[in-house]
């Protein structure tokens, strides 16, 4: 057998492995969609009715089966520009759907946002979607929500981006990657236990810090481009990982922020929050980080904290949406 061959089944083993990691890293981000509804849940979320607004379902903007979005536009039609609100659905980069979130989507209309949630395509062991996908296909979703918005007689001037877990991420993405491109200004990004970087050292919980084979597997899933164990050990893989990165994009220009963690995460890494939080506290960007001492990835265990945590998104939105 040739070196060569050999090398590339070595390749192929270290790919079905990542694929595999990917999947099972994950998982209980989709079983975890913040299930737990504590007693103040119920000020977010409203009886949905003609008065507050009106829905228009699976708006195709892309190829893709995977490629539609939801508009919910507030009732009141008479204005001359609106905000718009995009959250991205959990389910660690495999799982999830936009209706998923209808609750919070209708709680955002109900505040005199335009509202959208958006499906990307999902990874699986049997394509090759990776964040770096989802997160291209969000960004072309993007122009696709504001130009139908627009038909429907609600010309959009400013953008929030917002998510869950795998969401937030995108989202995350979308407002410090992207946000140069976008057709009107990202002022705001507000979420939830969004992985924000790709670092060897911070995802020890899956061993990743130990190996780097498996390390270079699975962020060459995540990435949607190969890496390998020798650029894990040089360093050069960050290069690669970059473009899923969202603090690794945070400039003195970045949207404002609020966030929340758990520092008992075992699916979201806390380390990658704290990068995060140094990231915009060094570029002087206005935001705020709840930490959650007793919870994991559904932030179930402190209760106060994420009520704090949605005021503040509350606070935010008034200050950088204000409704024209």
Known sequence: MSKETTKKRS??????????????????????????????????????SDEIGEMHTDIP??????????????????????????YLHAGGFTSGDKQDDIAMLQWLCSKGYVAAGINYTLRTDTNSASVFSQSNEIKEAIPKVIEAAGEYGYPIDKLTMAGGSAGHTLAMIYAYRDA???????????????????????????????????????????????????EIRDGTYLEKVKPISASMWVTEQSAPAVVAYGTQDRVQPYLTSLRLRSALEQNGVDFQYFELPHSGHGLQNDDAISKQWMEAVEEYLEKYMPLG
């Open 11 to 48: 390749r192929a083993v270290f790919i079905g492995i990542g694929i595999l990691a990917f999947v099972l890293a994950f998982f209980a981000g989709a079983v975890s969609k913040f299930a737990i509804k504590p007693s103040w849940n119920k000020e977010y979320t409203v009886v949905w």
């Open 61 to 86: 903007y892309g190829q893709g089966e995977a490629n539609r979005f939801d508009l919910y536009m507030p009732a009141d039609d008479t204005r001359e520009s609106y905000g718009l609100v995009v």
């Open 180 to 230: 140069a491109e976008a057709p009107v200004p990202v002022v705001l990004t507000f979420g939830a236990v969004g992985p924000a970087s790709f670092y060897q050292e911070d995802w020890g919980i899956y061993g990743l810090d130990q190996s780097d084979e498996a390390c270079a597997a699975m962020f060459s899933v995540m990435a949607g481009v190969e890496i390998t164990p020798e």
